[in-house]
């Protein structure tokens, strides 16, 4: 199928259509510009929410929770749940995602697990690429799930509106968060499995963390949540929508979109810069070996190649 | 101190000096190509072992004890020990370093932890610069430690000769290991706390997904180990003599290093034309609205910041 005509279904709401734009994301298409280029004039739309933490907090859980708050208001819904590529598991740890299942059959939901394979930029221009898809498709919300909380989930929460970052009762979690970074990304803290002990302590040590960063105009809530009992899913949608007005009314939403468009050009050029710095070096035939030989430092070099680059 | 005297003294081994030229890699300082350059004509010398996995997995008490094991041979030691920085705690999540500290006073030991503040290229650019110092300084040995399982780790997994990934008893670690991509980077699979149960379930777990992986021409060993009560240290030290005499027979070990070295200049490269295409998508003033009035979509922006870029 030629780019035009898959985004002609795309914009349809065809979710055959939308899987395989996706696959195109994953595998780095060669008509992938193209495909881009026709649906962004009706991207813009779609709220999105990313949902990050641990594995085994309970992500998919809340997200299945989220799906279903939504859909009781009419809402539709897209979750993109993000997979590192392995080629040991070809991405296809989806046995959480089996939870999400009962949804399977509402057409107003729709789920999709994203690995990148050929993508050159890597999750972190293949999510917002594959959310501009699922926003072109008319979805009102879009769900991103990522599997950990290492540097590429922190970098995958920035693709979206409003970040929940969940942990579980027990400290552990938090620092584990904390030394990933993550708490600078959440909008929303959920800890989830608030039936078990401990959750209290929980809550008050992430506030107590929260007091000790710096000053912003938002104050991220801290929400417990049961998402296998339902408990505290309707305040967590509540914490939710509270952002996103916050987010519109202060102007933030559209700076922070705009924002985040420009550092993605800006990516996307360095990746193709990288691309041709690669060839470049090639080209260079000795340079290996003067690095090897320590005839060359690594910044002579690197400034070296630069000059080549950019014809200066 | 200027960049030449401070080199002096790395390369003299002055464990002050080698502290400060540390901590210029973190903070990027103005002065760093200047000393970089002038080490690098002393590195290339030390061997260098990577260890990482999942936080709480004894990565710090095997670390101790590769120490313990590498001073009975009379071998000089530096931990670089990565940590990911987070404005809420500084970096300064040490604790478990602090298990090291039976080593503090012996001069043959050299410890450091190292976050990245204000390097240009983060964590992948800081770690084989740090590398580099402790190696000029003369040290026959060099281990990584790094934090988490994420793709972080698995980019400074890449910056050292011979990798160990730790994993406990227990299917979770192996299916996240397995997440975040680190099965293909491992050298030497290590199972700590290998006296629990399920220690020899988790060997034959891995030894199977090795096996379905792509043959290589190392197969890597799968050493079970009791870092606290010290036991399978000495296999572990023997599997990690064998991986580098495989790569020194192969001709791997300066293949890699030199592609190594190549993919830093080239990443090195990337992070400078980065930064300018910062700048100039800050000059072309309409470049933000156009996008967010979908008059441009991001691909016909970047292949514009690009053009600017090279004057082509």
Redesign the interface.
């Known amino acids: 199928m030629d780019a035009e005509a898959l985004a002609q279904k795309v914009r349809a709401g065809d979710a055959r259509a939308v899987a395989c734009a996706i696959s195109w994301v994953e595998d780095g298409a060669g008509a992938l510009?193209a495909l881009?280029?026709a649906l962004?004039?009706e991207?813009?739309r779609a709220y999105t929410i990313g949902l990050t933490g641990a594995?085994?907090v309970g992500k998919s859980s809340l997200t299945a929770r989220v799906i279903e708050t939504a859909r009781g208001r009419d809402i539709t819904v897209a979750v993109l749940a993000i997979?590192?590529?392995?080629?040991?598991?070809g991405g296809a740890?989806l046995g959480d995602r089996l939870r999400m299942q009962t949804h399977a059959t509402d057409p107003g939901v729709f789920i999709r697990s994203m690995a990148t394979r050929g993508h050159l930029g890597g999750l972190a221009l293949a999510t917002p690429e594959a959310i501009r898809i699922l926003d072109a498709s008319g979805r009102d919300l879009i769900v991103v799930e990522t599997?950990?909380?290492?540097?590429?989930?922190v970098e995958v929460a920035k693709a979206t509106d409003t970040t929940l970052v969940v942990v579980n009762p027990g400290w552990?979690d938090s620092?584990?968060a904390?030394?990933?970074?993550i708490?600078?990304v959440a909008d929303v803290f959920v800890v989830n499995k608030a039936d078990r002990e401990g959750a209290d302590a929980a809550v008050r040590d992430l506030e107590v963390?929260l007091g000790?960063?710096?000053k912003r105009g938002w104050t991220p809530p801290v929400v417990p949540t049961s998402a296998l009992e339902g408990n505290g899913i309707e305040e967590l949608w509540a914490a939710a929508e509270s952002h996103r007005e916050y987010l519109s009314a202060s102007g933030d939403l559209?700076r922070r979109?705009?924002?985040r468009?420009?550092a993605?050009?800006?990516?996307?050029?360095?990746q193709?810069?990288?691309r041709?710095?690669?060839d470049v070096?090639r080209e260079l035939h000795g340079?290996?070996?003067d690095?090897?030989a320590?005839r060359v430092?690594?910044?002579?070099?690197?400034?070296l190649?630069?000059a080549r680059?950019?014809?200066?």
């Open positions: 510009p881009s280029a962004y004039p991207t813009g594995p085994g997979d590192p590529t392995s080629p040991f598991t740890l599997v950990g909380v290492g540097q590429v989930e552990g620092v584990q904390a030394k990933a970074g708490l600078e963390m000790m960063g710096p559209e979109r705009s924002a468009l420009l993605e050009v800006e990516e996307m050029a360095s193709r810069l990288k041709s710095a690669a070096a340079l290996a070996e690095l090897a320590r430092d690594p910044y002579e070099a690197a400034a190649l630069e680059l950019t014809g200066r």
